[in-house]
């Protein structure tokens, strides 16, 4: 069965850095759109950052450009979140996503999901 397995969160200070690591199997992981995505409490599951296939095309939030790189080893069914000049604001449950087709930025459009990791920033 398909599994999405993130790691890598943690308690860090502001201006530290993370990087974050997701575990694909049960699927083609070189054929699915990479996603990541986070959720803070009482806010809704919003988008982070995506990578396609290949790799060779991204797309970040404009919380994340500039800050946050992600990037994937198909070889190793893993993709990684570098989270780099934190903020107390990026504090949140962080999941990775599977989707078939295009980069995406809806929740709604990835089929397949991680259990997530917490990140927490503190000031």
């Known amino acids: 069965q398909v599994q999405l397995v993130e790691s890598g969160g943690g308690l860090v200070q502001a201006g530290g850095s993370l990087r974050l690591s997701c575990a694909a199997s049960?699927?083609?992981?070189?054929?699915?759109?990479m996603g990541w995505f986070r959720q803070a409490p009482g806010k809704e599951r919003e988008f982070v950052a995506a990578i396609s296939q290949s790799g060779g095309g991204t797309r970040y939030s404009d919380s994340a450009k500039g800050r946050f790189t992600i990037f994937r080893d198909n070889a190793k069914n893993t993709v990684y979140l570098q989270m780099n000049s934190l903020k107390p604001e990026d504090t949140a449950v962080y999941y990775c996503?599977?989707?078939?087709?295009?980069?995406?930025?809806?929740?709604?459009?990835?089929?397949?999901w991680g259990q997530g990791t917490q990140v927490t920033i503190s000031s």
């Open positions: 049960g699927y083609t992981f070189s054929r699915y759109t």
């Open positions: 996503a599977a989707r078939d087709g295009s980069i995406g930025t809806r929740p709604i459009s990835y089929e397949y």
